[in-house]
């Protein structure tokens, strides 16, 4: 199939319509489990709101305050996903364009901000850009005014830095699924940069940022530690924050459910818009050479992706190195109690990513199969979940049966696992569909169906992508506080409800030190899981 | 898998039950933390009660309550430890505590009369600083000075909430103003403590709301005299923290054996350097070397719940429209 001659942007017709799997179409892999799988996580997150909202008793409604809340998520969640997707397009560029020593580390790198504990991540970014941080320290030797990072300017800088680096590798993948041959021929054809952007690179962003900006917006959206703390104050009151006071300062559950359901309505609106930009073609087949960009040999393009990848480096890097140097000295003198919760949290990690490949890889072959709709909005449903809310719910629907502290862990590898869907859904889906549109027909000739479709198509094909959302996985898992502070005991703390014990207990140098175990763990398992999936970032 | 997960851990429980009475005491989650009472006081307990003392930690002291709404009659809990003086109005509505009978000599700077909850310790809210700062000697001088501060925010922070009724309590209806005189010294609103004391340690500001006994830490636990709390000449907003019994508890003589024990020597002497609180009760030893010296009476602030619960929403909407400028 890959030598069949196709139009460079593949856009063609012809290729949509053979692609396209009609209703009847035979499949190589069944559908139903699937849309098992988007059902459940569908049941999971409105199950557990219809939960809390039966608990209500009476309960405000949706007043002024809640308004100004929605107001101001909606305005930070808007441009941070802007922000991030757009610093995004010439950092994945530069990195796709690009090979130089230490890459492939400093991709890896790079997605380190997404799986900080929030709390660590907020001292880092203060570190470097707080009234006394290093900019504002350096500013201050030229005799400079400190930086001022607080306000609505300094939300959209931590939600950058958190979802910079989860936009930078979205919008990488795609770079990297335009077939080299594409740009052989392009280059061939005397394609020169602008010709190569609205032949290859247009196209393919077209497909990749509705789906990333989506979900950066879903997750700013229930941003609230964050977007409290660098926002300054009570002007940065998000739909969260509303949530969380409904929940423990007025205990009104019927108006922790409503703000809940407006949270989960603006998720899908954003789903729903997502998915109708349409998604084109793929890009059709190639043979897995080697990338070699004629186009961006010049000097100034080498100085550009130079800058840009300076750039992104020195911002998601600083704060890290900010954890890594507060953590330091006390890692080897590490209490024992940090240990056992570091052991626990990779149980959970461990659990959390085999129950997400269970749900995510069925899913995903299914919306490749044309359920896109819903597969998708099931998929996103577990971003804009209120974390307090599906505990909550949890815990409203286990306690008759069963005492919380008994099914800690199982929850909240559950509940980790629905937070991470989305993400894996983003990497895996077009993988997929590029696997389906080009294997689908030869593979129905040669009657391979079902387990050996799995087995002989999609695993090789797509084993860098399940290698990269494995990995996410874990390591989200391993650094979200998710719901267990409503479920633990005292033997079941994880690595970041220790983290925040030991703040608790004025041991700041323990808990950095702590946060930096985590940060090694989570690193380390998302490299061995993502490096497990082999030439992906390399192409 | 799961149903017999499950099942064995209900087969497990049923056989510890059998052997060893239980007492399940519902507290916050730095209670139960390693480096807080929680394991200490377990020990000292156990060693007299002939029982297994099981704690379960749940957030904050807010959270705490509402796990207790939540779970209503049916719960497990025999003791609640860890609300304060600004919840228990809430928590004495919802009708499922039990009147105790606990006898002490309690070191309060006020007398303590209540028939459901009891004391185990308290502490001011302070603003604290680095030592050779100077610290200005009220909210109004706060206000009028360019100094930086970091509080918590009320509707998702127990000391957040102690800054709104200190204010109101001190201020009344001038609260507003002090308000407005404090929005340009609050660099930011923290959810909690731990951010809040964090980015006071990482030097975003020059003091954060946190309680006169923090600089005892650092004295003692980390023999750094560099902390110091400021002393506001109107006086100080105290938190009482109390414990009290519910009412379906399966073990009430057990319960009140540990409240009695919660006033004793064993227990109070554990509070002052885990808890970083000041017992509610002296100690034979009297407080550890570096605790800074209680107020006077008059200096004691404090609402009597009824008035705190009264004016909670009042206050945060003037604290809201103060700081929403």
Redesign the interface.
Known sequence: MAARAQPVGGTGRAAHRAAAPRPDAPRPVAIWPGTCAALGVALLVLGTLAAVAM?AEGGSGFGP?EASALRFTLIQASLSAVFSVGLAIPVARALARRRFAGRRVLITLLGAPFILPV?VA??GL??VF???GWISGALGAFGLDPLRI?GLHGVVIAHVFFNLPLATRLILQGWQEIPAERFRLAAQLNAGPGAMWHLLEAPMLRRILPGAMAVIFAICLSS??VA????????ATTLE?AI??A???D?DLGRAAVLSTVQLGLTVVAAVLALRVPVGEGVGAGLDRAVVRWDATGRSATLLDVVWIGFATLFLMLPLLAVLVAGAPGLLSL?A?VWSAAWVSVQVAALSTGLLLLVALPLSASIALGRRQLGEIAGILGLAASPLVIG?GL??LI?????P???AL?VTALVNMVMALPFALRILVPRMQQVMQQNARLALALNMRGPAFWRRVIWPRCRAQIGFAAGLTAALSLGDLGVV??F???ET?TLP??V?????????EA?QAAALLLFILSMGAFWLLDRGGKFHAEA | MKPLFVAGALLAATVATAETPELVVYTYDSFVSEWGPGPAVKEAFEATCGCELKFVGAGDGAALLARIKLEGARSEADIVLGLDTNLTAAARDTGLFAPVAVEADYALPMAWQDDTFAPYDWGYFAFVHNADADAPANFRALGESDAKIVIQDPRSSTPGLGLLMWVKAAYGDEAPAIWDGLSDNIVTVTKGWSEAYGLFLEGEADMVLSYTTSPAYHLIAEEDDSKAAAVFDEGHYMQVEVAGKLAASDQTELADQFLQFMVSDAFQSIIPTTNWMYPAVMPAGGLPEGFAETLSADKSLLLPEGDAAALRDEALDEWLRALSQ
């Open positions: 608990r305050s709390i907020i001292l203060l570190a707080g009234r006394s607080y609230f530690a409290l703390t660098l926002g300054g104050g009570p002007k924050l969380y006071q929940f423990h300062f205990f209490p109690p909550t815990f409203v306690y008759p049966v069963a005492s502290a008994h099914v199982p502070a409503l633990a005991d005292p703390a409800l220790q925040y014990r030991l703040m608790g207990a004025y041991r700041m808990a």
